[in-house]
């Protein structure tokens, strides 16, 4: 016994075939930490599959994190800019006047859309969820109802038309534009084109009567040294807990708005009262736990006293003798782990498959992450830790000389 | 090899304290000695003291070893525990009354036991002749639950003398057994420790047994609150 890698794997192997020698009582304490395992991991499961499930709903709706501001106001660009650096922001794009946002779409004289929402758009805009595309210049991205009222795919011109009354004359501006892509149907249900901000600016000053060459007209007020001022912006929270400070700033600002903060509040609620149950479930049946394998472990020490006595007598230290009963208690713990992680795997796949499909419960899910599980496996361990550490202090108060006394 | 000289120890406290005290005691290599006396007399005492699982009251001189004898009564004086396991591990095999084998162990492992702990490799010639001599070779794959109380005795001897002790000490190893049972056991042990040049002390109460085998014996002479245990024939 130079080393003590050698020590530990007599020590080990010792521990293994003491269990497997007791297979009936090591099973008894394993199965005792498998029921209390697979159940904690099957609900804990549930609760975080249901919850993640409610908040994958939230944020798959960008809506659930917009932040709309009511009423029309006057904003500058440098307050604009102090939006967007708000830490709660995450995107956040100034808007003209609604009324100067419209305008109609055509391609020939057959399909249009008359009354068209353009909105501006910018890199990282929730709204649209297109990382890599975002239109530039003449650039528009359609959405599903106006590619499909305009027949229009990626790569078609499609004219752009605005209307406006000058000094009794009515005039009309025209400029074209190519359609970048075509956004999916659930991203925005109105006939609406998403452009450049500065395509956005053109349009309202040539509403509002200054001269704009894009639009192709000559007539009109020059535009000289204009700084545009927005109407509103659209904010959007940089995740769903930002949305309540963002609200509660702009508020602050006097400005009125509307979120869905309600159902993200929903949604928390739920989360915190699951958590609740299962926190308090989890502490019972830990307690549960670490009693039951307490007296397990120390029945099972008491009796085989002799043993751990004769092994005293053998040359084995007192570390050792601890050293053994806690071997074999982080053994035990890991296989009523594994056995857990097994019926916890069968149980959430029998949840998912008779509960998954049915029309009343929706999409059922009963997951754990890999963390989850690491996690469990340490706070087992923990358990069985402290189990041993109890049983470890008795064992190593066993004396060498009780192998002699014939009790 | 082994030479003990003035020791008293004390079992229990105050009134109910009871004394053994062993004068002198001298055993030599290839040399068996039995001690005997009344049940409660203070045998397995003696032997707890003997075998440095008990610190003793009074200690003269406790050496053991053959030409570099150990001084263990300095060991004991200093209560150097560390040391007493070292030596006892070392130096001590013990037989227990009821054999003491492992029962998780299979008897080839339980017999290896205390070579895998001093570091020694698990198999050695003279366990090989051990085996032999008591006729446990048909058993060595064996649990220990799957033997006869005899056949655990004899295990147990081998284990006692796996890592070639200088001094085997054996508890009433024939109590278990009957007559012609423990008869052959004694042979074996007998003639294991002279062929190994070991010494040993065997607590027994089988006075014929030791009497046929004609071993030297010492005595436990009851007195007042102290047991004294001297050489007799």
Sequence with gaps: MNRWTDRLRLLGSLALQDLWHDRKVSLCIAASLVAVIAPLLLLFGLKHGVVSQLQDELLRDPRNLEVKMLSNGNYDTAWIERLRLRPETGFALGQTRSLNTQADLLIGMQRFVEGAEIIATEPGDPQLNLAALTPVGNQVILSASAAQRLQAKVGDSVQLRALRRLDGVNERGEMTLTVLAVLDGARFGRAAGFVAPPLLLDLEHFRDGYQVSAFGVATGKPLGNLQPLYARARVYARDIDQVAPLEHWLNEQHIETSSRLADIDNVKAINHVLGLIFGVIAMAALIGCVASMVGAFLANIDRKRKSLAVLRLLGFKRRAVGGFVVLQALILSLAGYIGGLGFYAVGSHLFDYLLGSSQATGTFVCRITVWHGVAALLLTFLVAALVAVIGALRAINIQPAESLREL | ?233
Excluded: Y
């Design chain 2, 1 to 233: 090899m082994l030479d003990i000289k003035n020791l008293l120890v004390r079992r229990g406290e105050g009134a109910q304290a009871h004394h053994v005290r062993l004068p002198n005691l001298q055993v030599g290599a290839g040399e068996i000695l039995a001690i005997t006396g009344e049940s409660g007399s203070g045998k397995s005492t003696l032997l707890e003291a003997i075998g440095l699982l008990l610190a003793p009251v009074e200690l003269e001189r406790f050496r053991l070893g053959a030409t570099q004898a150990q001084d263990i009564a300095h060991l004991l004086a200093t209560d150097d525990q560390p040391a007493l396991a070292a030596v006892r591990s070392r130096h001590l095999g013990f037989i227990l009354q009821s054999g003491g084998l492992l029962p998780f162990l299979s008897v080839r492992d339980n017999i290896s036991l205390p070579r895998r702990l001093l570091g020694m490799s698990a198999k050695s010639e003279h366990i090989d002749h051990a085996v032999d001599v008591l006729r446990l070779q048909g058993l060595l794959d064996k649990q220990p639950q799957a033997l006869s109380i005899g056949e655990r005795q004899r295990v147990a001897c081998v284990r006692a003398i796996a890592h070639e002790p200088l001094l085997l000490l054996a508890d009433e190893p024939t109590a278990a057994l009957d007559p012609l049972s423990a008869r052959r056991l004694f042979e074996l042990l007998l003639s294991l420790v002279s062929s190994m040049g070991l010494s040993a002390l065997v607590v027994s109460h089988d006075w014929a047994l030791l009497k046929d085998f004609g071993l030297p014996r010492l005595g436990a002479i009851n007195r007042q609150g102290e047991t004294l245990f001297e050489p007799m024939d």
